[in-house]
Every structure is written in C-alpha cells, then in structure tokens.
C-alpha cells in the first residue's frame, strides 16, 4: 500500500497546478497573438517551417513591390513609343503625299509640320519618369539626344549621349527586368546601303567601307593648275581662286596655236571648248571647257609659234564638313576622308573628279529616325537642288528610311509589350503563391482559436477539480471525530 | 512481591512515545523531515527464586523511518534536475538573442537585401542610398549586440560560478562538521535523527549545485563526487574555479592539479555552457558575420559608386608589422596568391587604362605592395608603419577604381598602324582572361583590301576572325562575346601588330582588397566589430552599385542580392539558412532540456511522493498512535493505583 500523507497531497495539487498554470499561460498567449508559438523552442521544426515560409512571402512582397516599380515606367515608355510610332507614321504620309503637292507653299506647310514632328520626337526620346530618362539605357542621368547643327554639315547631326547597356531591375533572383533601354537601339537602329553622289564634280564612291551617316556635303576645291611645259602657258591671276578644273595631268588639255607666230597672239580652248583669242597682254585669261570647267591662264609668255595641246594638271582638296579640314585629292580610286565634326569617314573613288564644286551625298540606308526625318524636311525644302525624278526617289527612300524606323520602335514596343505581360502574369502567380503561403503560415503557426477556447476551458475545469480533490483529501481528518 | 517497576516503565515508554508522536506531528510540514517511530522492547526480566518475571517496557531506540535507495534516487535525480534547469536557463538566454521578431537579426538581413534590391533599380537615388547605409549599419549593430549579449551571458555565467563555488564551499564546510557531529555521536550508540536530516537536507542543497552522493558508513558519511569519484573523506574538500586566458573554466579542488569532471548538478551546466554551448554560438555568430563581411567588401571594393573614380582610399584592417609578408601579418581574413587590377581613369579626356597586380602574399609586405601599386601609372600608394595601413592616392586629374573595367583604348605599344582601338561593353563572363589580338593583314580599316584580326584567349584558343577591311564600317562595334566590344576607327593596322586586354570578372582574385579593408562596405571581421565603413556611413553615394560609369547601372548591386542565395558560410549555407540553422539549434537544445526538465521535475515529483510515502507524517496515523499510548498511559497510571492500594491494604493487616 502506498502511503499518501497531506503533505503529499499538497505537493501533488502544487505540482500539477504548476504544469496547467503553464499550460493555460501559454493558450494565453495563443489566444491573445493568435500564433501559436511565442518561441523557436516550443516546436523547432515547424518554427522552422514558419520562418521559412516568413521569409519567402517577404520575398514575395519585395518581388511584388518591384514589379509594380518596374511596370510604371515600361507603360509610359509603351505609351510614348507608340506615339513615337503615330509621328513615324504621319510622317512616312507626308513623304508618300509630297510629289503630288506641286504647290511650293504647301510643301512648306508640310515642311513645318516635320519641324513639329522632330520636336515632338526629340521630346519623346528626352522623357523622363521619376528624374530618370527613359531612353538613356543605364545612364539615367544623361539627357540621351541633342540635334547639333553645324554649318559644315549637310544636316544636322544627332548626337546620342546615353548608354549602350540597358538598365534592368531584378524582381527576383532569377527575374531582371529591362526598364531603361538605350535610346540607340531604339531610335538610332541602321543599316548601310551604297553611298550615292549627286552632283558634277566627277567623285565617285570608293571601294571602302564608309561610317557617315545620313548626308554629306563634298566640297571639291581647287587649289592649284599647272601647265606641262614648252608652251608657255601660265596660271591666271585668278586661277587659284577661280579654276573650277580639277585633275591629274592630261585630264584637262588646252588647244592653243600661236597665229602670229612671234608669240603674241593666237587661239586657245579648253577641252574642246569655245576658242579664245589671246594676246602676249593676257594674264588672266578665262577659257570655260565644252563639259563646263574653267581655267584662268597667262599668256604673256607663249612659246613663238607653238601650236598644239597643252597638258593640264589641277590640283585640289575633298571636304565632307565645310572645309573645316581638307584631304588633298590623290586621284586614286579610294581616298579616306573624314569629317572632323561626326569622326565619320567617307571613302571616294577620286581618279575621276574633273571639276570643283559640291556633290551631295547620300548613305542610303543609314538614317536612323531623326536623321530620316530631318532629311524628308530637308527634301520637302528641296535644298539640294534635285530635279523631280531625284527627288521623287528620294521621297521614295526616306520612306524606306522611316518605316525601317518604325519597325525598328515596333520591335521593342512588342519587347516591351512582352515584359509588361510576363510582369503581370508573375503579379497573379506572385499574388497566389502569397495567398497559398499565407494559407500554409497560418495552419503552421497560426492558433486554432477554437480549439484554444476549448482547450483553457478544459484546463481550467482540471484546475478545479485539482483544488476539489486537495480539499476532499485534507477534509478526512480523526480530529473532526474526537472528543 | 509487588512492585511498580512495570506500571513506571509504562508511563515512561508511552511518556517517550507521546513525545515522539508529537515531534512528528509539529514536523509535519517540515521539508527534508523523515518521520521517526519508538522501538519499545522488554526490560530484563528477574528470577525470584521460582519464576522469570518481566519487569516492563523500555524504549530501545528511536528511529528514524527513511530509504537510503530512495534518498539516494533523489538526490541523484536532484542534481540532474539542477544541472539540466541551469543548462536550459543558459539556453533560453542564448535563444533570446536569436528570436526572429521584429528589429531581429532576421529581419535586419531581409531589409539588408530588400533595401539593395530597391537600390540596384535606383542606383543613383540619394535616399535609397541613405536607407542602404541605415539598413547596413542597423544589422551591423545587430551583431554587436548579440555579440554584447554573449559577453554579457559570459560574464554573467563566470559570476554565476563563483558565487556557486563560494556557496558550495561553504554548505561542504557545512556538511564535513555535520558529519563529525553525526560521527561522534554515532559512535557513543546515539541515533542522532535530526542531525541526518538536516544532514539529508544539506546533501540536496549541495546536489542542486554539484554532483554529490552520501554513502553511509558505520559512523558517519563518505562522499562521491561525480563521475571523479573522488571520495571525500571527513576534512573539509573545497573547490575553486581556475578561469583560463581563452575563457574557459576548469574546476578543481583548492590545491589540487587536476580539472574536476563534475557530471551532474548546475555548476556542471554553468561549466559546460561557458566553455562550449556560449562559445559555440557565438563561433557561428562570428562566422555568419566574417562572411558577411568577406563577401559584401568583395563586391563593394570592386564596383564603382555614383562617387566616381576613387582619388583616395585608406585600408581599414591593418598588418601587425608592414615589413613581414602579408601571409604572416595577422590579418583576420586571409590573403592568397592571385590579381589585383586598378583601373586609371583620366578625368580630363574620359580615357580609362587597365593594370595588373600580381599578389604573392608569402613574400608581398604591405610595404612592398606599396611599392608595386606604386607602378600603376598615375597611383601612388603608402605603407604607414605607425598606422600598419595602406594608403592609395591618385595624382590630380586621376582617379582609380578596382572594379576591372576594360581599357577605353588598346595598348599601343605593338601597335604600329594608326587605326584607333576602344574597348567597349561590361565583360559578364565567369573567369577572367587575357584576350589576344593579332592583326593578320596590312591595309586601311573600312578599306576595300582584306584586313583580319584574329582574337585568342587565354589558352591560345581561336575566340574568332574578324573582318576589318571590306564590309566592315570604321567605328562599329564588333561583338565579341560575354559583353566585350571592340571597335576600330579608320586609320591603318599592319600584319603583326598585337595588342591584348585582360577581360576581368574578378578583380581581385587575391583577396587583397577584403584583407586589408580597401573601398570595403563593413570595418572589423567579426560580430563584436563589424560597423559600417566610416567613408561609407559619411557618404553614402560610396556604395559601389555599379561596375561602370552609368548613373543607372544596378549591377554591382545586383551581385550584392545574389550573394543572398551562395553557399557563403563554410561553402555550405547561405547567409540566412545559417541563421535559420543557428537558431533552429538552440532551439532544439532548449526543447529537449525543456523535455528533459519536465520529465525530470515528474520524476522528482513521484520520488518525493515515494519518500514522503516512507517518511512522511500523516497527521491522522500519528494521532491514531497518540491514542494508542495515551490509554496505554491510562493503563499504566490503574496498574500503579492498584498496586498502591494493594500495597497499602496489606499495610493495614501489619498495623
């Protein structure tokens, strides 16, 4: 038999009032938090878990913040691309609608309104979303384009100050998300066709690869004519200045006979040209060729009956930015010249220049955006001159131009397009995987309410059954009893 | 004849019985008391001549009701229960600094990472900058001040000892003159009951704190202590803490040589948990907080902030003699064979020049790297032997980083022709590499004549050919793979010319710039030290979120955020899982010693119930002897009476 003595008794009650105080502390706290653990040690395992599924839906929160910053910016760049487009496509009406306006004031009207555009455009390309541009890739900070217009240039040349390398944001670490791209991929995108020359001055392309983009203007220039010997025959006062012949030696000829035989007097032509007479008192006498072309000579000295052709060799420079720097002209079938305002070059086949002048040339294939547009205007303007087929064609190609440039913003609007879809599909999966995590965090740490009510009610009948049988015990006592 | 020798030895039996009864009642409560019981035997009989006749009662001795099994068990089970309650107070001490809540280290590393992630999609906003720092700088003091609890729980649990090792001493005394007193009077026939339960009682007292068993012996006690067995005999056995330089503990005798194992009891606990539970975690703190270090310094040393090149920078972690070779100077992170590359920049014409350092630092002192920074153009660096730090400074109108970036231009100095060549891109390829260049053809760039350059790498191994004459446009950019560009200007190259570039992934291979603390994130190596880096904390735009010049460019923060997700820790856990295991750990050790203490408290429970089933006092049994001898008292007081009256009847018949 086992001994049972009141302080036995006492100890019991204390010892298990002790464990179900503790027991109800802790439904205390689960009904009061609603969790179901105040600490990792209550249940290792499934704190584990919860912290776990803790940090994975802060994850997806952060993810879900990121993805709302991203889609912002993305909206307006779609929004101001497909404006960007809506210009393109004005534009490539005005130059399918230009060679039927015959009326010079409303192709200025037109021209006006590309003013417009290119603004417009320029804008578009310059906008910005919180401080940041949105088409200066990574370098947010940098205004990406400014339309320089320089007088050596044929147009004005758009210089991109932006990034090549896109900015991106990570939304998870295995998402990243281009939200800035370079405005050069997007507006500048080319290619590179045949370079044409429009003009007189007999260049030609060269056989090299060129970098110029858009247009040029060649400038041809005569620097100097000599005279193969024994006839006499001298450069002009104004031949530096006035020659418009350009040429290796026996390009260009002279016909000249000494009618007088005393080297006083005679003909002379150039070319085949118009014959002039000459006197021993000319220093600057003017012959214009059967092609055109002009040559001053001196006659002062002709050789005493000389009669015959006369070899001549003009010498010149080629310039593609105004003449601030000039390529001596080699009469080679390719020479490199570059602009010294855009660092791009140009190659020219000059074994056939004859005459000085301006050609005008085009790299077909090479306007970006901008440059399509400031070359239509330029067009509309028709300032260099062209006849109606030129520039017929020309309208032709600044089609070709801008809708290669519309395709070209196209593109990345469906990129784009593309991102903001992904975007929101990974917002809903985002938005069910928060909702399925949240769901498995509640069963694991979150507190049965019900089952807590409960369980306290039970504790606290224990409780009191506890005191109950204490007191039954402690009641039994001989004292009661004795007299 | 009659006589009242049997009726007196009643009364004083029952007298003695009373009293005994008595004792137990008003001990009832007592703790530590073992109820004690008379042992009545007959006194000598005497012989008259025709009979043996018995001549009463006497009490031969009191005894005291007890178990020595159970006592035994109990205070075993005692000084379990002390040791595992001591262990597990420790524990939960230790796990509160661990709690994941808010303003924890948990949630100081998710905003760490959640602030970098906003920061690399906004490199170049101020306040995401500041936020950063903030961030940085709280989770920093995070580790400090669980590095401070530590300590704290350190020096807490060595005052904690000491004062158990004084109490200890004292109870020993105590129990070692008790147990003379027992001794004696034990040896004289005497039961002395109260003295071996108070003796019982110091045995448990004693038991909370160390391991302690009493073994009876004819006189007096012997004691065993823990798993020494180390018998302590009746002089008085003292202990006495011995704290090491390293901060452990060992316990000993007074005198003695040797560490005690002290087995069971709280003072075991407090031993073990100072010399290896608190160590412990604060070895893994340590280690989470050394790799965190290592590897963000890595990425912000070589990255570019929104500050711009570096003009100059100061290492944060210092050598202890700038002589000796790094490998021997005491740096907490190590440094090993490897690159190092600085790039110039040339803040007048936007050029940027690529430099290698080769770094061997069993034979590299700080002041001998000095010396080779020092012939990287334009860069100046200084080994202070005051300071033991490092100084690199860049001369006016240059600045420096080390984040690899690539040459804006080739090296000319093979290069005969006249044909510009610029570098372009951001090298994203794993392994760094020097890539050769080999001109096959002599002509004009963009010219109508081939003209090829052959790209090698490393090994020698053809990357590509690439057409530089016929097709190619002067100035384009020719793709040439894991972000590298090249273009070449119009101009002339001739065959042979040769040129190379290194393309650099990492750009320090060495360890260098984590070693000594260069354009570092964090200051210090471990969880007591680590802070935000003053130029850092002073200049937020310091942050390197980019690998180049552009304002907008995240990636270098980006690198930050995958570091998330690395086996960082002993190349096993990531940052957080190591946490997470960390604190999973302590919560387990406090799991089971909450277990093992609740199961231990039952069984205390049920061995105290036992006990007081052997030696406990039930008021009504006590009361129910009490009765018992009171007419037995009553019984002897008539047997005195009626002998008095006999005897005096018989008086009358003489007179």
Redesign the interface.
């Known amino acids: 038999m086992f001994r049972i003595t009141p302080f036995s008794a006492a100890q019991t009650t204390i010892f298990q009032n002790r464990a179900q105080a503790s027991r109800l502390s802790k439904l205390q706290f689960q009904a009061s938090s609603g969790l179901k653990y105040s600490r990792p040690s209550e249940n290792p395992m499934e704190n584990r878990t919860i912290s776990r599924l803790n940090r994975t839906l802060e994850s997806l929160a952060t993810q879900q913040s990121r993805i709302n910053d991203v889609q912002q910016p993305l909206n307006n760049s779609v929004t101001n691309l497909i404006e960007a487009n809506d210009l393109l496509t004005r534009a490539k009406q005005i130059a399918l609608e230009a060679p039927q306006s015959i009326n010079e004031g409303a192709q200025e009207v037109l021209a006006a309104e590309l003013d417009s555009i290119i603004n417009r455009l320029q804008s578009i390309g310059n906008s910005q979303y919180q401080d940041r541009y949105l088409y200066s890739g990574a370098a947010g900070d940098t205004e990406p384009f400014q339309i320089l217009d320089n007088a050596g240039l044929a147009i004005p040349f758009v210089v991109y100050g932006g990034s090549s390398q896109n900015a991106e944001s990570v939304i998870s670490q295995s998402i990243s998300i281009e939200t800035a791209f370079s405005g050069a991929e997007i507006f500048m995108q080319r290619g590179r066709g045949a370079t044409m020359f429009i003009g007189n001055t007999g260049a030609a392309p060269g056989a090299g690869t060129d970098s110029e983009i858009g247009r040029a203007n060649l400038t041809v220039s005569h620097t100097l004519t000599t005279f193969s010997g024994g006839s006499g025959v001298a450069a002009g006062v104004d031949s530096a200045e006035g020659d418009t012949i350009i040429g290796a030696m026996g390009q260009h000829q002279l016909t000249l006979t000494d009618t007088s035989g005393t080297g006083t007097s005679g003909t002379v032509s150039l070319d085949g040209g118009p014959s002039v007479a000459w006197t021993s008192a000319d220093t600057n006498l003017k012959l214009t060729g059967l092609h055109g072309g002009a040559v001053f000579i001196d006659t002062t000295a002709i050789a005493a009956g000389f009669s015959g052709n006369v070899d001549i060799e003009a010498a010149g420079t080629l310039s593609t930015d105004g003449g601030a720097t000039e390529t001596v002209i080699d009469f080679s079938n390719n020479q490199v010249v570059e602009n010294s305002i855009t660092g791009n070059v140009t190659h020219i086949d000059s074994s056939g220049v004859a005459y000085a002048g301006v050609d005008s040339l085009e790299y077909e294939g090479t306007a970006d955006a901008f440059t399509a547009l400031l070359e239509l205007r330029d067009d509309l303007q028709n300032t260099r001159g062209l006849d109606s087929a030129d520039l017929s064609e020309s309208l032709e190609r600044r089609f070709v131009d801008l809708q290669r440039a519309s395709d070209q913003i196209l593109n990345v609007v469906g990129e784009q397009s593309v991102a903001l879809q992904q975007l929101d599909q990974m917002a809903v999966q985002n938005e069910n995987q928060q909702l399925d995590l949240s769901s498995r965090l509640s069963d694991v740490g979150s507190a049965d309410l019900a089952k807590v009510i409960v369980e306290m009610q039970g504790v606290q009948t224990t409780m009191q059954f506890n005191y109950a049988a204490l007191s039954i015990v402690q009641s039994n006592n001989l004292l009661d009893f004795l007299g | 004849m009659l006589n009242f020798n049997a009726g007196l030895s009643a009364l004083r039996s029952s007298q003695v019985a009373m009293d005994v009864i008595g004792n137990n009642i008003a001990n009832?409560?007592t703790p530590g008391y073992h109820r004690q019981s008379v042992q009545h035997v007959q006194s000598a009989p005497l012989y008259d001549g025709d009979f043996w006749r018995g001549t009463g009662v006497d009490v031969s001795r009191i005894n005291q009701i007890a178990s020595a099994n159970v006592e035994l068990a109990l205070t075993a089970n005692i000084a379990d229960t002390g040791n595992v309650q001591q262990a597990r107070r420790i524990a939960?001490q230790i796990?509160n600094s661990l709690?994941?809540s808010a303003g924890s280290i948990?949630q100081r590393f998710?905003q760490f990472f959640?602030n970098f992630?906003s920061l690399?999609?906004?490199p170049?906003n101020a306040s995401q900058q500041r936020i950063v720092a903030s961030t940085s700088q709280n989770l920093a003091g995070e580790f400090n001040a669980i590095s401070g609890e530590f300590q704290e729980l350190k020096v807490a649990t060595r005052q904690d000892i000491e004062f158990s090792i004084r109490q200890v001493n004292q109870q020993l005394s105590a129990l070692s003159e008790l147990n003379q007193q027992i001794s004696n009077a034990q040896a004289i026939g005497q039961n002395p009951n109260s003295l071996l339960d108070s003796h019982q009682q110091l045995v448990n007292d004693i038991a909370q704190t160390i391991d302690i068993k009493a073994v009876p012996e004819s006189r007096g006690f012997t004691y065993q202590f823990a798993q020494s067995r180390v018998l302590i005999s009746q002089s008085t056995f003292q202990l006495e803490a011995n704290f090491q330089s390293d901060g452990s503990v060992e316990i000993r005798e007074q005198s003695g040589q040797i560490a005690l194992d002290l087995g069971a009891g709280s003072l075991a606990a407090m031993q073990h948990s100072l010399n290896d539970v608190i160590p412990e975690y604060e070895s893994q703190i340590s280690e989470l907080a050394s790799a965190l270090i290592t590897s963000v310094d890595h990425v912000q040393a070589t990255g570019v902030s929104q500050y711009g090149p570096l003009h100059s920078v100061t290492s944060h972690r210092t050598v202890s003699d700038t002589e000796i070779p790094l490998a021997e100077a005491g740096l907490p992170f190590e440094i090993k064979e490897g690159e190092l590359y600085i790039t110039v920049h040339d803040e007048l014409t936007n050029q940027r020049t690529q430099h290698q350092v080769l770094i061997d630092p069993s034979s590299l002192s700080l002041t001998e790297l000095a010396k080779e920074i020092s012939q990287v153009p334009h860069v100046q660096a200084v080994a202070d032997p005051n300071t033991n730090q490092l100084t690199v400074v860049s001369e006016p109108g240059y600045g420096f980083d080390f984040a690899g970036q690539l040459p804006t231009e080739a090296d000319r100095l093979t290069i005969t022709g006249d044909a510009g060549i610029s570098f372009?891109?951001?090298y994203t390829g794993a392994e760094n590499q020097e890539l050769g260049f080999e001109i096959l053809d002599t002509g004009?760039v963009?010219?109508?004549a081939d003209l090829r350059v052959r790209v090698t790498d490393q090994a020698g191994n053809e990357v590509g050919e690439y057409q530089l004459?016929?097709?190619?446009?002067?100035?384009?950019?020719i793709d040439l793979g894991d972000g590298l560009q090249i273009s070449f200007?119009?101009g002339s190259l001739n065959a042979g010319d040769t040129f190379s570039v290194f393309a650099v992934n990492n750009s320090d291979t060495s360890g260098t710039l984590v070693g000594l603390g260069l354009n570092s994130f964090f200051e210090g190596s471990n969880a007591s030290d680590i802070r935000l880096s003053s130029d850092v904390s002073n200049d937020p735009s310091r942050i390197s979120s980019?690998r180049?010049d552009?304002?907008?460019?995240?990636s270098n923060a980006?690198r930050i955020?995958?570091l998330?997700?690395m086996a960082l820790v002993n190349g096993e856990l990531s940052l957080?899982d190591h946490l997470?295991r960390t604190?999973?750990s302590?919560?387990?050790?406090?799991?089971v010693l909450?277990d093992l203490e609740t199961d231990l408290?039952?069984f205390q429970?049920i061995l105290?119930?036992e006990r007081?089933?052997?030696s406990?006092?039930?008021?009504?049994e006590e009361?129910?002897e009490m009765l018992k001898y009171q007419r037995s008292f009553q019984a002897a007081v008539r047997v005195i009476t009626t002998i008095d009256e006999t005897l005096s009847e018989l008086m009358n018949i003489i007179r």
């Open positions: 009832a409560n939960s796990e709690l994941p948990h998710q959640d992630n690399q999609s906004e170049e372009h891109g951001v004009q963009g010219g109508p004459g016929s097709g190619y446009e002067p100035g384009s950019i200007a119009s980019g180049s552009d304002s907008a460019d995240g980006k955020l995958e998330r997700d957080e997470d604190t999973t302590i919560a387990i050790e406090v799991n909450n408290v039952s429970n105290s119930r007081e089933s052997i406990g006092v039930d008021p009504n009361m129910i």
